[in-house]
């Protein structure tokens, strides 16, 4: 099967176009290692937002059950319980 990707003769770096053939070898790694770290950071971004919705909906629901808890196991005061 033929390779499908196309490779790249043209990149645009700092809203300037570059042709690759005319960049150094430290200036496509150093490319290739920033356009990496970008993705890595959006990921760590929506892997908080995932974690900190899970955190709440937790707290949320923990909150829930102590309330529903609390209304069933503790009497008001002044109320008998049996023993």
Known sequence: MEDERKELTEVM?????????????????????LQRMEQEAQEASYQSVKANSAVQ?????????LD???????????EVSEV
Do not use: C, H, R, W
């Open 13 to 33: 770096i700092f809203d300037k176009e570059y042709k690759v053939a005319d960049l150094s070898d430290q200036i496509k790694l150093t490319f290739n290692a």
């Open 68 to 78: 529903k808890d609390k209304d069933v196991s503790e009497p008001e005061i002044g």
């Open 57 to 65: 909906f937790q707290a949320t629901a923990l909150k829930k059950m």
